[in-house]
């Protein structure tokens, strides 16, 4: 049962524009979401998170929207560069019961590369 | 410098023989997790222990076991039960940021049975 779906498997941009990742969930109890970058042979690195009782939060150039009755969550990246090529993870994490021990469910990832 | 590190990065086996996989980090972080990548299936969780002493099943334990004796220390065991172990292998430890539990993972290390 994939809770945390990633539909498109990868993304191509061009240098400059706009990078829209994507991430489906079905589990109501998540309440808190988070993007991974990871690079080859490398370990994931923590991008951005948001909150369930958020729509949107921002750092920098990365932007994440949050869709609860769509259980749709999207990462933006402007301006995309080369150096966000890479694959990105989304992830949730549900508190309920007063689990805090961070038992992340992932998406499968999308590639993206960006294009000089 | 704090982090995770992960050994050895690359790893072979041969059918039938257990290997373990070091993880240690210096960060001071009480949680720690292994994660297992496939190709197209994400990251999925193996064991996760949030204090010393205790650990607890992920979602695919079948053919793993792990141990925490230290704060620092969260080493897997692939045995020989582990029907399909080639895959990289990833362990992390975790923080609690602006309410969300982050995971910081280590650079992962490949295991490849021949």
């Known amino acids: 049962d994939q809770q945390v779906k990633q539909n498109s498997p990868s993304l191509s941009v061009q240098e400059g524009r706009i990078s829209i990742l994507n991430c489906d969930y079905t589990n109501s109890m998540f309440d808190y979401f988070l993007w991974y970058k990871k690079y080859p042979a490398e370990g994931p690195t923590f991008l951005i998170s948001?909150?369930?009782?958020?729509d949107k939060n921002e750092d920098g150039r990365f932007t994440v929207f949050l869709n609860k009755s769509a259980k749709h969550l999207s990462l933006h990246i402007v301006p995309s560069q080369p150096g966000d090529s890479a694959v990105y993870f989304c992830a949730a994490n549900s508190h309920a019961g007063g689990t805090s021990y961070g038992k992340l469910t992932f998406g499968q990832g999308t590639i993206l590369t960006v294009h000089p | 410098d704090g982090g995770i590190t992960q050994s050895p990065k690359y790893l072979f086996r041969k059918e039938g023989q257990n290997v373990t996989l070091s993880c240690e980090q210096n960060?001071?972080?009480?949680?720690m997790y292994w994660y297992r990548q496939d190709p197209g299936q994400g990251l999925r969780l193996i064991y996760y222990?949030?204090?010393?002493?205790?650990?607890q099943k992920g979602d695919i334990a079948e053919g793993y076991s792990v141990s925490r004796e230290k704060k620092e220390s969260f080493p897997l065991t692939v045995t020989s039960a582990q029907k399909n172990p080639t895959a990289f292998y990833l362990c992390?430890?975790?923080?609690?940021?602006?309410?969300?539990?982050?995971?910081?993972f280590g650079a992962g290390s490949r295991l490849t049975v021949l």
């Open positions: 948001i909150s369930s009782i958020k």
């Open positions: 960060l001071n972080h009480d949680a």
């Open positions: 222990s949030q204090i010393v002493n205790d650990f």
């Open positions: 992390a430890s975790s923080i609690w940021y602006s309410g969300a539990n982050v995971l910081t």
